[in-house]
């Protein structure tokens, strides 16, 4: 008989090559659900009054521009593609901390707003109305969360909505971002469907519900460029 190395054996057979497969693919495997909300816009929206101790408006490419990414996880990358986003019509809403302190001039809050398709990157993309927009991709800087910017950052484009006559606001919620599904829920939307997302992480597919298909029945195809990523 041969000498077994020290240690043990350490060839591997094909039930141990199988179970590493079946582990890479488990973990591979993407599975993952959304929820589609409203909020119907009313007359009274039209009055806005931001939190104490910030000012809230639709940013400028400066205001983009002085994005840091600890404030708004808005990397290098990130703004760069912003300001492309911004010259196509999407808009991004900003809160600013009141004060003197030239270091607390930067925005502490952000949110973008597409007038045109209800779009998450790498899931589903479908057109909206012509009284809608969709808000996206929302982050709170960590030393000022629980003041409640996301609620008023939802309130501002609602005010501006009712100030140019327009019906809906549209947003959606992974079914696990309990603070994004509680800060919807408190501006009053409410679930018109949802969809799957599931694959590996090369191939994926997208599942909408009837709900959502007949509330955002026209389905619209990606462009492949960073915009609709």
Not at 170 to 199: C, Q
């Amino acid at each position: 008989m041969g000498d077994v190395p020290e240690g043990g054996d350490t060839r591997r057979g094909p039930l141990h090559a199988l179970r590493g497969v079946a582990g890479a693919i488990r973990w591979s495997f993407v599975f993952d659900r959304f929820d589609v909300f409203v909020k119907p816009v009313e007359a009274e929206h039209v009055d806005f009054t931001p939190p104490p101790g910030y000012s809230l408006r639709f940013g400028s490419p400066e205001d983009l521009a002085a994005c840091t990414q600890r404030d708004t996880e808005l990397s290098p990358r990130d703004r760069e593609v912003g300001a492309r986003r911004l010259e196509v019509g999407h808009r991004l809403v900003v809160a600013i901390p009141d004060g003197d302190d030239p270091a607390s001039t930067g925005p502490v809050f952000t949110m973008w707003v597409n007038p045109r398709n209800l779009n998450v990157p790498g899931s589903l993309k479908r057109a909206l109305g012509p009284d809608q927009v969709f808000i996206y991709k929302a982050y709170t800087s960590p030393e000022h969360r629980g003041r409640k910017l996301y609620q008023a950052g939802m309130r501002f484009v609602l005010a501006d909505l009712a100030s140019r006559g327009a019906k809906e606001l549209v947003g959606y919620a992974h079914v696990a971002k309990g603070v994004s599904r509680r800060g919807l829920d408190a501006v009053g939307f409410g679930s018109v469907g949802g969809f799957l997302t599931l694959g590996f992480k090369r191939w994926q597919w997208t599942l909408a519900d009837a709900k959502l298909r007949r509330r955002f029945p026209r389905a619209v195809p990606r462009s492949g460029s960073e915009l609709d990523r």
